[in-house]
């Protein structure tokens, strides 16, 4: 499933061919994925210029000329693919631009969403509204953090995949940055102190970087939007190592809760 890196590395390749250009031709190719798409989309979309890409969370932005904003999420297993060589059945929305590139969604599972957005209403769109700060920007702070935290009840393994907390981590990048932050994922959110909440923003924004930096990082279905279907190669300190060393020696365990699996270090994380 792509995580923010993967989105944030999907909005840079994009941004490559996007950026500044004109589109030329948009083609939408189903009615919906996980919910409608505009009917106007297409439309709205022929022949604007598109001003800047961004992202929010898990979705990706393109914004232009005209005061919209396609809004993006690539659900499980969304991926843009750049002047693909075969439009296939799970190519669900094609845009060619003046300088004649061609950016294609696919999205075999369908779980991912397209939205047009008034630009200037953007905070306004119902997955926005409620939504806690990014953990890459000023707002993620220690103290943030734990006003956030201090009103509510829970373990912080569930607290910081909660989005009204911090936006956008998913499992794995909430397992890594607690087992870099040396905090047990069962420990009470309210019960973590000023010096370790400063030490658990610090290991978020470093494990996002960090793979960030690699190019983003994937299980399966991902693909750079570069146009080559593709796997990043990560590792991981704890995550998918259940019985493997941590750096200490100590075999990493898992844990299964709700569903998801938790991978931590019961010497190294208290
Ligand atoms: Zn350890």
Redo the contacts with the bound molecule.
């Keep these: 499933m792509p995580e923010l890196p993967e989105v944030e590395t999907t909005v840079r390749g994009l941004e490559r061919v996007l950026a500044g250009e004109r589109l030329a031709a948009v083609e939408v190719r189903r009615p919906d994925l996980r919910r409608p798409i505009p009917v106007d989309l297409r439309q709205r979309l022929t022949g604007a210029r598109v001003t800047a890409l961004g992202r929010r969370a898990k979705y990706g932005l393109i914004h232009t000329d005209r005061g919209d904003t396609l809004v993006f999420h690539l659900g499980m297993s969304g991926r843009w693919r750049i002047d693909p060589e075969m439009i296939g059945p799970h190519d669900h929305l094609l845009i060619e631009t003046e300088g004649g590139h061609r950016a294609v969604l696919c999205d075999p599972r369908r779980f991912g969403s397209l939205d047009l957005v008034e630009s200037d209403a953007l905070d306004d769109f119902a997955p926005f509204a409620a939504m806690g700060p990014e953990p890459l920007g000023g707002d993620f702070t220690a103290e943030r953090l734990g006003r956030s935290l201090a009103g509510r009840r829970g373990r912080i393994k569930a607290l910081l995949l909660d989005q009204h907390v911090v936006a956008g981590l998913g499992n794995i990048y909430v397992c890594e940055a607690l087992h870099l932050a040396g905090i047990a994922p069962r420990t009470q959110g309210r019960r973590i102190g000023p010096e370790r909440r400063e030490r658990l923003v610090e290991a978020v924004r470093s494990v996002l970087a960090a793979a960030i930096a690699a190019g983003g990082s994937s299980l399966r279905d991902f693909a750079r939007p570069d146009g080559e279907l593709g796997y990043f190669a990560k590792s991981w300190r704890a995550y998918g190592r259940e019985g493997k060393p941590?750096?200490?020696g100590?075999p990493i365990r898992r844990r299964v809760d709700s569903g998801r699996s938790t991978f931590y270090?019961p010497?190294?994380q208290r």
């Design positions: 941590c750096l200490c100590a270090c010497r190294c």
